[in-house]
């Protein structure tokens, strides 16, 4: 399991639910703190205001699982498919993603800062008006990607990949276009001022 941002380590759990068929199982209000989940199936699962804290998620499937109002905050996901999972007004502030499948992965609104995302295949997800403060996204495969209204300030976005993708309205105050790909991303005026001045351009209105 890859250790998260600024070296913080992965939790340490105190118990272990393994090879349990959660498919369709409503989760909602349910709280686990430092609880390890492995090989579970959470295919089309749903939860509304249900609390993960810490804890470890392993070869976890949540394909076709709905989150509402729900916190997975400080957790690690290793080796987990996200496949057509929704996420809607969700915090996952501080968690980190390793060797994950996100086909289809749909986010709207919610708080996904300093989450650990490095590498990450994210070609075709979509995230809408979602906070990603200082989320790492270091070298991230984002072809064709949504990421509409997003709260990029101080992400890491090194080498990232955004070609085809649509970033109108996220902020994009720390994207350097030299060390990231932007061939064909669909961006809005005042994100073309903002990058054309990372290039060091001079911007007049006449």
């Known amino acids: 399991m890859a250790d998260r941002k600024h070296g913080v380590p992965v939790p340490e759990t105190h118990s272990t639910i393994r090879s349990e068929d959660w498919d369709s199982e409503d989760l909602s209000g349910r709280r686990y703190e430092r609880v390890a989940f492995v090989d579970v199936d959470m295919t089309e699962a749903t939860s ?14 949540f394909n076709a699982s709905v989150h509402s109002d729900s916190a997975f905050t400080n957790c690690a996901f290793k080796s987990c498919v996200f496949f057509d999972a929704t996420f809607t007004g969700c915090k996952l502030v501080g968690s980190v993603f390793d060797d994950c499948s996100f086909s289809l992965l749909r986010v709207e609104g919610g708080d996904w800062s300093f989450a650990g995302l490095p590498g990450a295949d994210l070609r075709g997800v979509s995230f809408k008006d979602v906070r990603l403060r200082e989320a790492d996204l270091t070298k991230a495969r984002c072809e064709g990607a949504v990421l509409r209204d997003a709260d990029l300030s101080g992400a890491w976005l090194h080498s990232a990949d955004f070609t085809r993708a649509d970033l109108r309205g996220s902020d994009l105050s720390a994207l350097d276009p030299l060390v990231a790909k932007l061939k064909d991303a669909v961006i809005d005026v005042r994100q073309a001022v903002t990058l054309a001045m990372a290039l060091g351009m001079e911007v007049r209105s006449d």
């Not at 509304?48 to 470890?56: D, K, L, M, Q, Y």
């Open 48 to 61: 509304r205001g249900a609390t993960f804290h810490e804890c470890v998620f392993r070869d976890v499937r």
